[in-house]
């Protein structure tokens, strides 16, 4: 069974720069995407980017389209989010995920396309 183990977070002010690592447990994580999903408060998940497979193209939400970078690692088994000028809006538990099929040609921003998830990261961002 997959595991995705996410690290890093936190809290930090307006501004300022956050990172969560998410490294997968076993064989096929150099075959699939890897995207980054989020939660706020009373709100529903929703999409954050997402990486390709050999990490040549990305994709991001418009709400943090040039503040977050996403890129990934695979020797290492592991995808990153780096969150730079972070706002009180961006304040929410933070989600890795990776895609149910290997070698898919389109990044995908919808859940059911991602089959194994992380256990959840919070990021909380002070005004």
């Known amino acids: 069974q997959v595991q995705l183990l996410q690290s890093g977070g936190g809290s930090v002010q307006a501004g300022g720069s956050l990172s969560i690592s998410c490294e997968h447990s076993g064989s096929t994580f150099s075959s699939v995407a890897a995207g980054w999903f989020r939660q706020a408060p009373g709100k529903e998940r929703e999409f954050v980017g997402a990486v390709s497979w050999n990490g040549a193209n990305t994709v991001y939400a418009n709400s943090v389209q040039g503040r977050f970078a996403i890129s990934r690692d695979n020797a290492k088994h592991t995808a990153y989010l780096q969150m730079n000028s972070l706002k009180p809006e961006d304040t929410a538990v933070y989600y890795c995920?990776?895609?149910?099929?290997?070698?898919?040609?389109?990044?995908?921003?919808?859940?059911?396309?991602?089959?194994?998830w992380g256990q959840g990261t919070q990021v909380t961002v002070s005004s």
């Open positions: 995920a990776t895609d149910s099929r290997a070698y898919r040609a389109v990044l995908m921003s919808a859940e059911n396309y991602y089959n194994y």
